[in-house]
């Protein structure tokens, strides 16, 4: 019997469909179809300012859109040859690590939701309003934060906001050690997770199945490690890893990577303190439409003398391995640009983890891919 | 105040009101109406609308206690605005329930979709006619009525079975099957466990089985019976963790997905009824029901209707610990359900009926003292 999870089911998370055949509550066949969500963001990104083009990043991913911001950034300040100032760069990592925080916190309130708990859902959330608080005191925005330019940030932190970061990252190391022990404490969460959705690190490998789902199976690969970029070379933090490569393991992976995303935070709050500085490079071209950006005659370049190029940008997103590539032939708008979403892949790989679990079991299963429609189907 | 029973009071209504209809009547229909079994008829309906109202407002407050206790364990408030602390949140909520429009699948069929929640609710609320809640609230002397309980309570999955298949929907039909299922599988330990309390109490009758605790609470001597018979219940209850007949995370709504308006809220209220009918059966046969033990003040159990007070303290505190277990555990899965229950909780629930036995033979325990009712 053929049985659509989706697109409205309580189980997906966002709007896309699983097809399941099932015998009995034995899982016999899945079939992910996606594509409800589909809004174009490439093609509409060709008739866009390099730095509208910010805007739609927010909307690709809908709990983690500073982080794609840094994707497109990164690839997009490649094809123009601009540099952001180091602060600049610190800022983005900060951001980028509120980001995972706060994603990995909204992951794990809706994976035990899925589990049937539901006080840590609402812990989960309480903890992750104080995040996105801070974020909203620097951005203005708590979901879409429309922070970064191209050669830089919009603007810097306000004064006192590292104590009140610091105050939130030692409140959130000791909620942690609540949410273990409401899951790994419970009897009912090891029988109902471990060995659930075994993906082999070789089966990882061949799929192009990245972030916490390949570092669950044993792979230690992390591009904040293997290919650094902003400042990730400069700071101090261990790659999360298990090896079970089950529903369990992914579930320690992502609350070790928290731990881990506390302490660049902290680090980089520490620099931030230390380093007052630019946080928009200098000499930006006016038709960039920078709104802080020096507006005179010495930063203005002509649009066709401007170097033209492409660009290429790898982030560790809190999904996975997020991929940009921005082609620049000169003119306000790129000529093309290309996103690859990790959740893409890792849900694409769902028959190799879910046939021959139970009904029971996609909810946990499918909780512990961590999916994010709005940048499966960009 | 102890030896008017409820009935006593309907009946009195019943008289007044033909008695009083009567006498401003001319002579044929005043000898009509004044006829004892019209009278009976009457005082016997009115017992059942007090049993109803107050089964059904019961319902409604452990809603509201539920949510409020809900609320406190996940660090908010729970529901606020609708009445003092939203007390009059539920009445609102089943209002808008009753205006909704019932909306029936094209491919349903009429009969089973219409009849399953019915009898659902039905069988439910019945079981309140045959629970005494304290000495004079009960439908008078039933010699079985523990049984009589427990056989109306165990109609559920039947009713549950025919409106899922009857939806003519995938997830229903799935949770409907899971939901048989597990009620079938855990009907045994309960009444295992029950006939631990009915071989200490050697009676069937649940007034015999409360007066007999008044210095002998079960739950005691009887603990394994005890928790064999809460876990069975929160089985039969269909609450986390054993809410797998309607996993929302994968079944959407399990058994009524298919149901909306006042067909759902008939099943959201039979769930409440049932999760307050196993909260009294656990007071009733495990800790002393309406009684409490002679050395406390009789200050204590003397003011008018203080019967009924301890009865549903005691019940509402049952319920809140079954909204504590609610709020901290996840769902467990159908075949490790199953599994619990065929191969733990059978075993457990025969060994807690040979304790029993051995219980009854012995008589004194050093700690507990002497069962009473057998002359030890």
Redesign the interface.
């Given at each position: 019997m053929w049985v659509n999870m989706g697109p409205q089911h309580p189980m997906t998370h966002g709007l896309w469909n699983l097809r399941v055949k099932i015998d009995g509550e034995l899982i016999v066949d899945v079939d992910p179809e996606v594509g409800y969500l589909h809004r174009g963001i490439e093609k509409i990104s060709e008739d866009r300012h390099y730095n509208e083009i910010i805007t739609l990043m927010d909307r690709c991913c809908y709990v983690a859109g500073i982080a794609w911001e840094h994707v497109y950034i990164g690839a997009a300040e490649n094809a123009l040859h601009i540099t952001a100032p180091e602060r600049a760069q610190w800022l983005r990592v900060m951001c980028d690590e509120l980001q995972r925080l706060a994603s990995h916190i909204m992951w794990y309130a809706a994976f035990v939701q899925d589990l049937g708990l539901m006080s840590p859902f609402l812990y989960g959330m309480r903890d992750r309003d104080l995040i996105l608080d801070l974020f909203q005191s620097f951005t203005g925005g708590r979901l879409t934060y429309e922070y970064n330019r191209v050669g830089g940030v919009r603007n810097d932190v306000p004064s006192g906001f590292t104590d009140r970061c610091r105050k939130v990252m030692d409140w959130l190391m000791d909620r942690f050690v609540e949410y273990d022990r409401l899951c790994l404490g419970s009897e009912i969460f090891r029988r109902r997770c471990d060995g659930l959705g075994v993906l082999k690190a070789k089966e990882c490998v061949d799929l192009g199945v990245t972030g916490p789902m390949l570092r669950s199976a044993g792979v230690a690969r992390d591009l904040r490690k293997d290919r650094p970029y902003a400042v990730y070379d400069r700071v101090e933090f261990d790659v999360a890893k298990a090896d079970a490569a089950d529903v369990t393991a992914r579930y320690l992976v992502r609350m070790e990577e928290m731990r881990q995303s506390v302490r660049i935070v902290r680090q980089t709050l520490d620099w931030l303190d230390h380093h007052p500085g630019p946080v928009l490079a200098d000499h930006l071209p006016r038709w960039l439409g920078a709104p802080y950006a020096p507006m005179g005659n010495e930063g203005y370049l002509l649009k066709r003398n401007f170097p033209r190029g492409t660009g290429f940008a790898a982030v560790e997103e809190p999904h996975g391995e997020a991929q940009a590539y921005v082609v620049n032939t000169g003119g306000e708008h790129p000529y093309r640009t290309k996103f690859r979403s990790p959740v893409f892949v890792n849900l694409s790989a769902a028959k190799h983890y879910m046939i021959g679990y139970r009904v029971a079991d996609i909810p946990p299963i499918m909780g512990s891919v961590d999916i994010c429609v709005g940048e499966v189907d960009r | 105040m102890s030896n008017v029973t409820l009935f006593d009071v309907a009946n009195g209504l019943a008289t007044l009101l033909l008695t009083g209809l009567g006498s401003i009547l001319p002579q044929p229909l005043h000898g009509w109406l004044i006829n004892p079994n019209l009278i009976f008829a009457l005082a016997a309906t009115l017992f059942g609308a007090i049993l109803l109202g107050a089964s059904m407002i019961n319902t409604i407050m452990l809603i509201w206690f539920e949510r409020k206790m809900?609320g406190r364990?996940?660090?908010?408030r729970g529901a606020m605005h609708v009445g003092y602390a939203g007390l009059l949140q539920n009445f609102a909520d089943g209002l808008k329930l009753f205006r909704k429009h019932t909306l029936r699948p094209r491919e349903a069929d009429s009969l089973g979709f219409y009849a399953g929640p019915t009898a659902y609710m039905v069988t439910s609320v019945l079981i309140f006619g045959i629970l005494p809640i304290s000495t004079g609230w009960s439908s008078g002397v039933l010699p079985l009525s523990l049984l009589l309980a427990l056989a109306i309570f165990s109609f559920a999955p039947l009713f549950i079975f025919i409106s899922a298949w009857s939806s003519n929907n995938?997830?229903s039909l799935?949770g409907g099957m899971r939901s048989a299922a597990q009620m079938i599988a855990y009907e045994v330990p309960i009444l295992l466990a029950v006939v631990a309390v009915i071989l200490v109490s050697g009676s069937f009758d649940l007034t015999t089985i409360v007066n007999l605790q008044q210095n002998y609470w079960f739950w005691g001597p009887l603990f394994l019976a005890l928790l064999v018979f809460v876990v069975g219940m929160l089985a039969e209850m269909e609450r986390?963790?054993f809410?797998?007949p309607e996993?929302?995370?994968?079944?959407?709504e399990g058994w009524n997905t298919e149901y909306g308006g006042m067909l759902f809220a008939f099943f959201m209220l039979a769930d409440y009824v049932r999760a307050l009918v196993g909260s009294i059966l656990v007071v009733l046969l495990f800790l002393g029901g309406w009684t409490l033990p002679s050395y406390v003040p009789s200050a204590l159990t003397s003011f008018p209707l203080a019967g009924i007070f301890w009865f549903m303290l005691k019940t509402y505190i049952v319920f809140g610990v079954f909204v504590w277990i609610?709020?901290?555990?996840?769902?467990?899965?159908?075949?490790?359900l199953l599994k619990v229950g065929w191969m733990r909780m059978i075993p457990l629930s025969l060994l807690s009926v040979v304790l029993a036995a051995m219980l009854v033979l012995v008589r004194c325990l050093p700690v507990f003292g002497c069962v009473p009712g057998l002359g030890g």
């Open positions: - | 809900l364990f996940m660090d908010r995938k997830y799935l986390i963790p809410d797998l996993a929302e995370a994968e079944l959407v609610r709020a901290s555990l996840p769902r467990v899965r159908t075949d490790q």
